[in-house]
């Protein structure tokens, strides 16, 4: 055990030393705060909204509605608590999961605009306590195409590294989505196009991050 705690500690303090790490963590985390609560505005607004299309689901019309939130954020927990277990020892797969998943919640508000769907039939209310904090304490039903509860899971799988957590995640991934349709709270291709947004903010996470950091250390060996 001290000899991981000493690990972790010099993950990072290694990575702390390094100027580009450094203003990266720090902009990263001051952004998801403004993103998180433009997020909060935004998703509130569009509940609000009354124009929209509902669709016409052929896959959940054959199966029956049924509360599942119990599985749904057990599921979600537990794989984000083996991430965060595996992810402190490695500053660099934090940071890369941080700039993604900003970049998903951006990415979610300018989708749903575009596509404004109505909730599907017999949805039936996900009692989430981490999206109804987001959320300002209230159930959102329009926060549809894309799934976020299915792309933050991909999002897990994709900045793991074992072997076992990367087969958990990616069941966790699949398990989640159905579920997330047994309670009709998105329609199917809300899940089936998650992971592909996923993959797409985590390759534009590394990207990012590999620019800024060459930048940084360019602004760095600059002759005065």
């Not at 990367?166 to 998650?194: G, M």
Request: aromatic residues 14%.
């Amino acid at each position: 055990m001290l000899k991981r705690l000493d690990m972790i500690k010099n993950n990072w303090i290694a990575a702390w030393s390094n100027r580009a790490f450094r203003m990266n963590f720090i902009g990263g985390i001051l952004l998801l705060g403004i993103v998180m609560v433009t997020t909060s505005f935004f998703f509130n607004y569009i509940q609000d909204s009354k124009e929209g299309v509902q669709l016409n689901d052929w896959i959940l019309q054959k199966l029956p509605a049924m509360d599942v939130s119990a599985f749904i954020v057990t599921i979600m927990g537990s794989a984000a608590l083996l991430f965060a277990l595996r992810g402190i020892g490695n500053p660099n797969i934090l940071i890369t999961f941080l700039f993604a998943l900003i970049l998903e919640l951006i990415a979610r508000m300018i989708t749903i605009t575009a596509t404004g769907f109505m909730p599907p039939h017999n949805l039936i209310v996900l009692r989430d306590p981490m999206g109804s904090m987001l959320y300002q304490y209230r159930f959102i039903s329009r926060d549809l195409f894309f799934s976020g509860h299915t792309a933050i899971v991909s999002l897990l799988y994709l900045c793991s590294t074992k072997k076992f957590d990367k087969l958990y995640t990616f069941l966790a991934t699949i398990s989640v989505a159905c579920l997330l349709l047994i309670q009709h709270v998105h329609y199917t291709i809300d899940v089936l196009f998650a992971p592909f947004f996923a993959y797409g903010c985590y390759w534009l996470s590394k990207k990012i991050i590999t620019y800024q950091s060459a930048y940084l250390i360019g602004i760095e060996n600059y002759p005065a």
